[in-house]
């Protein structure tokens, strides 16, 4: 079967055949149908994301179960599923109080090699491996929906959708009334958007330098947007919000603008940090910025918890109060990964997805 394998070093990702194993005890294997391209994927091609190699890329993912190894009990067979990054134990003190984002006890996604290339071994990439036909994950991370959801959609879930909804609802908590800005328009800010919409929040303000998504986030929510290559945002944000933020979502992963959504809080405000810089880098800032209460939080997909958040943001699709059709900015075949990919990094995208199977 076809898949996305990323070789490592600066060789591109090619469009391989792959075998793959039968679904052990507690795995099942899932037919991809819809997996989307997220910056992380990205980043583990320009090694910001550092990940032994081969590995089949992609981890934003829908399809349908195929089958389960022994003991499963929670799919079955022709189930629809979105597949879920997140390892736990199921078993320490943080699982047992419904934070697995916080396991202490996790499984290492990076030891997992469910593919062959070559015959060797091949690794998946963040539990899922969504970039190919099929796959085999752990249970806890093939989570049934509503099957009405089209898997384009449903792929959407499982990545760019929680992560940036789960921010807003999970972790910032943002309560009716609030005022909020997103920095960054990509899909997770656009989706800390609709948190936004779905928590209540009286100020939406999107920021973005590129027009078309200042106009998409609009259409999903924002009340207010910032053009950053115009305007200066720290000081447009301030005056909309009568001195800063209650809350501000930093969906980029760039440390210039982690200091500006620092910068545009107001007394109270807590910055959320979503987007994902190199690893290894530190950010400095005023110590004094932080006076008047003022919180940054760090935030891991969402601060997730997938068999609640999965069929819940599926739920909020088809009941038309979360908009997911429309951050789907082009559809391709896994054959044209490169164009998709040179997509992404012209910024034209929201999402791009692919079609499998
Ligand atoms: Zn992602
Ligand atoms: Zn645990």
Redesign the pocket.
């Known amino acids: 079967m076809k898949a996305a394998v990323f070789h490592g070093g600066s060789r591109p990702v090619s469009i391989v055949d792959v075998g793959l194993r039968e679904p052990g005890p507690g795995e099942v294997r899932v037919a991809i149908r819809a997996a989307g391209l997220?910056?992380?994927d990205l980043s583990v091609i320009d090694g910001t994301i550092p990940y032994p190699t081969p590995v089949v890329l992609g981890?934003?993912g829908a399809g349908v179960v195929e089958a389960v190894g022994p003991g499963v009990q929670s799919v079955k067979e022709g189930d629809a599923v979105v597949l879920s990054t997140l390892a736990h134990c199921g078993r320490c003190a943080a699982c047992e109080v419904g934070r697995p984002t916080e396991c202490r006890n996790a499984p290492n996604p990076k030891d997992t090699q469910p593919f062959v290339l070559d015959g060797r071994p091949a690794y998946q990439f963040a539990n899922v491996s969504a970039f190919t036909e099929r796959t085999v994950v752990r249970e806890q991370s093939a989570i049934p929906i509503d099957p009405r959801v089209p898997f384009e959609c449903a792929a959407l879930i499982g990545?760019?959708i929680m992560?940036g909804v789960g921010a807003v609802l999970n972790r910032a908590r943002v309560e009716v009334g609030a005022s909020m800005a997103v920095f960054g328009l990509g899909g997770i800010g656009l989706s800390c958007v609709q948190g936004g919409v779905l928590a209540g929040a009286a100020k939406i303000i999107a920021v973005d330098v590129v027009p078309a998504k200042l106009a998409l986030a609009s259409r999903l929510g924002a009340t207010h947007t910032i053009d950053a290559s115009r305007d200066e945002p720290v000081g447009a944000v301030r005056d909309l919000t009568q001195g800063g933020a209650d809350y501000t979502f930093e969906a980029v992963g760039n440390l210039a603008v982690i200091r500006q959504a620092l910068e545009a809080l107001g007394p109270g405000g807590a910055l959320t940090i979503v987007g994902v810089p190199k690893l290894g880098s530190s950010a400095e800032f005023v110590v004094q910025a932080l006076y008047q209460n003022k919180a940054i939080l760090g935030c891991r997909y969402g601060t997730a918890r997938p068999r609640r958040d999965f069929p819940m943001l599926a739920d909020l699709y088809l009941g038309g109060r979360l908009k997911i059709d429309e951050l789907i900015t082009r559809r391709y075949p896994l054959d044209e990964f490169a164009g998709a990919v040179a997509d992404l990094q012209r910024g034209e995208l929201a999402r791009g997805v692919f079609l499998l199977s």
């Open positions: 997220c910056h992380s981890h934003e990545c760019g992560t």
